[in-house]
Each structure stands twice: as C-alpha cells, then as structure tokens.
C-alpha cells in the first residue's frame, strides 16, 4: 500500500535479500525475502519493475560511521568479557551446558544483545563438532580442548572474539600451531591496509601455506549487522569481488585457523580489527595465544 500511495505502479524498486551479495547476506544462498510478502507486492504492482537492491544496501554498511565504530568496540569488549568468562569457568569436572550459561550470562549482563556463543569441546586429538546450544549430560575432563567463538550484538553492530582453552599442559604441537597463528595474523594486518584490492587480498590468503604439517583455514570478513561482507576464506576463489577496495572505518573479523593433516588437531583464535588511514588496529588489545587453565 506504501508502494502504491506513492505512485510506483511502474517504478523501479530495489528489494533486498532476494539472494546473496558481496556486502550483504553473503551466506544466504537462497536470500532472506519472505517469499509470500514479495509475490504480494509484485501481485499488487503487476506494472513494476523489481529488482535486487542487496548489495546496494551492503555498501552503505560497509564503511562504518562514528557511532558504528564505537558500539563495535563496545561489542567487542563485550565479547572479550564473555571468553574471559569461559576461561574462569573451565575445569575439569565442570558441565559444558553450565559453562556455556556462565559465558552467556556475562555477555547479557553486559547488555550484549542475543547472539548464541559457539563451543567445541571434546578430548585433545578427538574431532569435535560446532553447537550453538547447551549440550546437556556432558562434563568437561582434564585434557580437553574448548574452542569458543563468542559474538556480541550492542546498537545493532556485531563484532566477534574467538579463543581456545586447552585444560591442562598444552601440549607441544598445539604450541607450534599457535606459533603460526601468531605469525599468520601479522600476515593478514600488512594485508589489511586501505587501498588493497579485495581480490588480490583473497589471493594472498591463498597464498598462505602450510608449516610442519599444519594447514591454515584463515578467515576475513567484513563486520557489522551481521551476515556482512567481502568474505574470504581460505581456499575460495574472489573473482566475483575485483574492483571492491578494503576502505579506511571498514571493520573486519580475522579468523585464524589451523589444523592438523587429520583433523584431530584444530585451534581457532581471532578477533575484530578497525581499517585506519594508518593501518589496521584490534578493537580491542588481544593477540594470539592459547589459554591453558585446570
């Protein structure tokens, strides 16, 4: 009806989410549109020309504003708060549904919107799975590895921090591997300079290799609502993203990845890092380690 009290009977009118873009909903293959909401409105405007407006929605949340920037880094204290919780609440003998309500109640009581945390947690060379939700009738033991990839939401801007706690002496492969995390993500901030092509960013990403039977799985992409974009990831391929630049008050989430030759090694750490005209900067003071309690 707004449509048509404005005269758009054969307008030209963008809708976004009706698939995946560069900037925006970059996971959502088949798009985010209640489909019955569209076919109404394309039913009531049979005249009308509809037309994908995602990314164009996407650019202007790309480049982040002043008060963008800065509910960002409260989110990302926030998350830091969150993992902070997790670690001091780990050890052996301690139920994982009761670690993850620790970790969710310290980002509530911070004023972090809803965003459910992400947990792995299983033995030291066992493959775990990724969960969203408490995992009820499961203890922690010594010897354990927790990957925790905590988002938190404040003024509708999501940042990311992401950590693993090993319970128990880590073990030396573990300390090699964090090694590569730390060298890796001092790679990808000398990538992460204004003006660098995006294509050519992914390629580099690409470039990465692996070290002592070590392969990176390395993640970059652009934060905000949620769902943002450019994403990269390491082996995808980014000829769809040339000519798009990283920009200065861009917002990114750097993930570092490594795993072992058969999947039963695997540590993840990253956080949320802030383009300058200078450079990139963390959102918050946090740089790769691996966290040992218990």
């Not at 109640?105 to 972090?112: T, V, Y």
């Not at 408490?134 to 404040?154: F, K």
């Not at 290799?209 to 390491?234: C, F, K």
Request: negative net charge; proline residues 4%; aromatic residues 6%.
């Amino acid at each position: 009806k707004a449509l048509l009290d404005l005269g758009m009977e054969r307008a030209r009118i963008g809708v976004v989410g009706l698939g995946r873009g560069k900037l925006a909903h970059v996971s959502a293959v088949d798009g985010v549109t209640t489909h019955t909401a569209y076919a109404g409105a394309i039913a009531q405007l049979p005249q009308a020309t509809f037309e994908s407006a995602t990314d164009i929605v996407g650019a202007a949340r790309y480049i982040k504003g002043d008060e963008e920037i800065a509910c960002l880094r409260r989110a990302a204290d926030i998350a830091t708060a969150g993992l902070q919780a997790l670690a001091k609440t780990a050890s052996p003998g301690v139920a994982e549904a009761a670690l993850y309500a620790q970790g969710m109640r310290r980002l509530m009581e911070l004023g972090s919107e809803y965003f459910p945390l992400t947990l792995q947690a299983e033995p030291i060379g066992r493959l775990r799975y990724r969960h969203r939700n408490p995992q009820m009738g499961r203890t922690l033991g010594s010897d354990w590895v927790i990957e925790a990839e905590v988002n938190a939401a404040w003024g509708g801007q999501v940042a990311q921090e992401t950590q693993t706690i090993v319970l128990g002496p880590i073990p030396e492969t573990y300390r090699k591997a964090a090694d590569l995390q730390r060298e890796w993500f001092g790679a990808l901030l000398g990538y992460l300079t204004p003006g660098t092509d995006v294509a050519e960013l992914g390629e580099r990403i690409n470039a990465v290799r692996e070290r002592h039977g070590l392969r990176p799985s390395l993640i970059l992409q652009s934060a905000g609502y949620g769902d943002d974009g450019p994403r990269l990831r390491t082996g995808d391929s980014f000829d769809h993203l040339g000519g798009m630049c990283v920009e200065p008050n861009t917002v990114w989430v750097c993930q570092i990845g490594v795993q072992g030759e058969d999947g039963r090694l695997q540590l993840s750490w990253g956080t949320s890092v802030l383009v300058t005209d200078q450079g990139p900067i963390g959102l918050v003071n946090r740089q790769p380690e691996l966290v040992s309690v218990g």
